[in-house]
DNA sequence: CGTGTAAGGAATTCTGACACG
DNA sequence: CGTGTAAGGAATTCTGACACG
């Protein structure tokens, strides 16, 4: 279901093409991840490197600016569906568990 | 089956960073280009740009240069594979075009 | 708080060319 | 033919800072 190190997650287009592609300012970019909504990756010399997931974050962010939200409002959001998230994971894994051991029998 | 403009194939990444997911010198990326074996595109003052899929194919093609195999023979190759594809585009359409016209009918 | 901008420097990319083989 | 390299210039990116509000 969800193709993980794929092309969405590779951390490969430099700032400036995030720029074009999100219309946001290089400016704008970087305050954003001193507000730590973004993480791009660096490369050797330390240019910033982000996934194409990443530039669709940028533009959700985009919105939600132009409604007013604060960098700070956004980041309570994302940590609070970063929690959800996981506690769903926790949820997955452990009827994953439940079910090996006394879920539907395999033959033999 | 296929998402179109998606990720793999949207242009993004410059020939640096290509050059960092390939193994290969700048230099031999712009020589197959040259060649006419890949086709970036360009950002507004000329810098080149590349998808996945261009970096998937210059894997092939620097796995092709290794066993030897002379740039023009890959263009042809490739030229060949070209056509086999859109011959078999032309038959499923065809194929389409009959079931629409004679083929299962809807309802009414 | 969020963004623009000028500043200075380092790294990137571009093209056309010479070199070797 | 395929690739390296030095050359010169233009564009990119980086950081830290001042500005406005």
Chains 1, 2 share one sequence.
Do not use: C, W
Not at 20 to 35: A, V
Not at 46 to 70: P, T
């Amino acid at each position: 279901m969800s193709e993980n190190s794929s092309y969405k997650t590779r951390k490969v287009i430099t700032i400036g093409v995030v720029s074009e592609l999100t219309g946001l300012s290089e400016r704008q970019i970087r305050y954003y991840e001193e507000r730590k909504l973004v993480f791009p990756e660096r490369s050797e010399k330390g240019n910033r490197k982000y996934s194409f997931a990443d530039v669709e974050l940028l533009i959700d962010i985009a919105n939600k600016r132009e409604e007013g939200v604060q960098t700070y409002e956004i980041r309570q959001d994302m940590l609070r569906a970063e929690r959800k998230k996981e506690k769903k994971m926790r949820r997955e894994l452990l009827r994953g568990e439940i079910n090996a051991r006394f879920g539907i029998q395999k033959e033999r």
